[in-house]
């Protein structure tokens, strides 16, 4: 089976992950320059779940406002369109991708631990560079791996092919994909997302995390996601952190190098945001 072909069937399952209503909602109303305050806060309004995440993520030491924010006019205010989208797009998402059952072993927790550690890490790389949105690029870095849980829901013998191979074989999962399979994570997520209709930049960047092209819509932050998945599988959280950068990109490398020559001096800090972010996404109701 080739590529396409594999892809194609992606369409033709019926239970495979649609977007929540609410992210299309908010995407479509972003998209229209008549879009009020008070139009886009209905809409979220409407969930209530979301309302009550929303509220504690922007009241949370995340976004480091002092002054508490009581509902989502003045979330929005406050915030700005583009933040409260990818609110609204974080939470949502991890929602509905934590209900389904996966393949045995594989653990979605931790597979939300490491994409909110990629998340939080590509939004500091952002922060410090000045190369992209620090905003977008948590998005993306949250979910870049998706089309491994795709994988795991929708593809259980595939799955476990390549489990098997990165157990015995000791490969990364990258690497027994190309082994076993004709497509990677990767390009399953990029095809997810454009399904979804998100921004070119997030497709491509989803789509090439792993092999690099230079010609995507915007280099930046593929190299940013990219350099920051990274680092989070190097960090194994010991004091004696040794770095190994050999798979960064080398134009990762050079647009980056103050970051990557003094990570073990910032990622520490890091690690502990990434905890209670992971805290806060992940808890229970
Ligand atoms: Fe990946
Ligand atoms: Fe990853």
Same mark, same amino acid.
């Not at 972003?30 to 809409?43: A, F, N, R, Y």
């Not at 490969?171 to 990029?190: D, M, T």
């Given at each position: 089976?080739?590529?396409?072909?594999?892809?194609?069937?992606?369409?033709?399952?019926?239970?495979?992950?649609?977007?929540?209503?609410?992210?299309?909602?908010? &995407?479509?109303?972003?998209?229209?320059?008549?879009?009020?305050?008070?139009?886009?806060?209905?809409?979220?309004?409407?969930?209530?779940?979301?309302?009550?995440?929303?509220?504690?993520?922007?009241?949370?030491?995340?976004?480091?406002?002092?002054?508490?924010?009581?509902?989502?006019?003045?979330?929005?205010?406050?915030?700005g369109f583009n933040t409260?989208?990818?609110?609204?797009?974080?939470?949502?998402?991890?929602?509905?991708?934590?209900? #389904?059952?996966?393949?045995?072993?594989?653990?979605?927790?931790?597979?939300?631990?490491?994409?909110?550690?990629?998340?939080?890490?590509?939004?500091?790389?952002?922060?410090?560079?000045?190369?992209?949105?620090?905003?977008?690029?948590?998005?993306?870095?949250?979910?870049?791996?998706?089309?491994?849980?795709?994988?795991?829901?929708?593809?259980?013998?595939?799955?476990?092919?390549?489990?098997?191979?990165?157990?015995?074989?000791?490969?990364?999962?990258?690497?027994?994909e190309q082994k076993l399979?004709?497509? &990677?994570?990767?390009?399953?997520?990029?095809?997810?997302?454009?399904?979804?209709?998100?921004?070119?930049?997030?497709?491509?960047?989803?789509?090439?995390?792993?092999?690099?092209?230079?010609?995507?819509?915007?280099? &930046?932050?593929?190299?940013?996601?990219?350099?920051?998945?990274?680092?989070?599988?190097?960090?194994?959280?010991?004091?004696?952190?040794?770095?190994?950068?050999?798979?960064?990109?080398?134009?990762?490398?050079?647009?980056?190098?103050?970051?990557?020559?003094?990570?073990?001096?910032?990622?520490?800090?890091?690690?502990?945001?990434?905890?209670?972010?992971?805290?806060?996404?992940? #808890?229970?109701?």
């Amino acid at each position: 089976m080739d590529a396409q072909t594999f892809l194609k069937k992606l369409d033709s399952i019926p239970d495979i992950p649609t977007l929540p209503n609410i992210v299309v909602k908010v &995407n479509e109303m972003l998209q229209d320059d008549d879009t009020s305050i008070k139009k886009l806060s209905k809409v979220i309004e409407k969930d209530q779940s979301i309302v009550t995440k929303i509220l504690r993520l922007v009241n949370s030491t995340f976004y480091g406002f002092r002054s508490k924010i009581r509902n989502i006019p003045h979330a929005v205010i406050v915030l700005g369109f583009n933040t409260i989208r990818n609110a609204v797009v974080s939470v949502s998402i991890i929602k509905t991708f934590s209900g #389904k059952e996966t393949f045995e072993g594989f653990e979605i927790t931790d597979f939300w631990k490491h994409s909110i550690g990629v998340a939080v890490t590509s939004r500091y790389l952002s922060e410090r560079t000045r190369l992209d949105s620090p905003d977008d690029c948590f998005v993306v870095g949250l979910l870049h791996d998706i089309g491994k849980v795709v994988l795991s829901q929708h593809f259980t013998e595939l799955f476990g092919g390549v489990w098997k191979s990165i157990k015995e074989d000791k490969l990364c999962f990258y690497e027994a994909e190309q082994k076993l399979l004709p497509v &990677n994570h990767a390009q399953i997520g990029g095809y997810l997302t454009k399904e979804w209709q998100f921004p070119v930049s997030l497709i491509d960047t989803i789509t090439h995390h792993h092999a690099i092209r230079k010609s995507v819509s915007n280099l &930046n932050q593929l190299l940013i996601v990219h350099a920051a998945n990274s680092i989070v599988n190097n960090y194994k959280g010991d004091s004696e952190i040794t770095h190994d950068f050999s798979s960064i990109d080398p134009e990762a490398k050079r647009i980056m190098s103050g970051q990557l020559e003094t990570v073990s001096d910032w990622f520490p800090s890091i690690a502990a945001e990434i905890e209670s972010a992971c805290e806060f996404f992940l #808890k229970e109701e």
